[in-house]
């Protein structure tokens, strides 16, 4: 079984203002979770039989090119006492629009359609929405429940009074940049590896 992951990933300006952050938490912290992980924006991560599969299916699509759209990251959000670390999810949102949460549905119908994603893990959601769309897809968090963001790290043992989260939740900004193709990964523990590219969005 592998673990694949659909990236959307961004430009230099706002790479380089995560990556500074990613900085400030490890001088700060040291070594968190996340923290070695490429800027991006997850589109969905699901568990298949065999990499030849998946690119199978979008053999047919290497020649279609989809019209780039925009993305937009804005405030400072975290996920307190993120089940999936055991720590407090520092991030930024990606403003959530129709087209961002159409292509995410798209390529989960567009391979679940075609392969066969392992949907073992059920029993990890209580949510009934979020264990519905595992069933469904093999991917909790789609369409309304789904909060688009991109992950600074995931600190554990920080106390909700801690000086930093104030400063974190207190730098607001607004950075703009244009998508031109989705990429998909192998994920093995904290390591991704690079499979291919899709331009057909």
Known sequence: MYKIAAFIEFDKKITNKILSQKKVVKKKFGNQIYLKHPVHLTLFTLNIKKISELRNIYTNDKDKQSKPFSI?????????NDPLTGGHTFFHHIKKDKKISEIQLKHLKKINKKLNVFKNNIKLFKNDILKNNYKKYGFPFVDKIWVPHTTIASIKNLKKNNKYIKQFLSK??????????????????????????????
């Not at 937009?72 to 307190?80: A, E, H, L, M, V």
């Not at 998508?179 to 331009?199: A, M, S």
């Open 72 to 80: 937009i990251i804005t405030r400072p959000g975290i996920f307190y």
């Open 172 to 201: 607001k900004i607004e950075l703009k940049c244009f998508v031109e193709e989705i990429k998909f990964y192998k994920i093995i523990k904290n390591r991704h590896e690079f499979l291919f590219n899709v331009k057909d969005f």
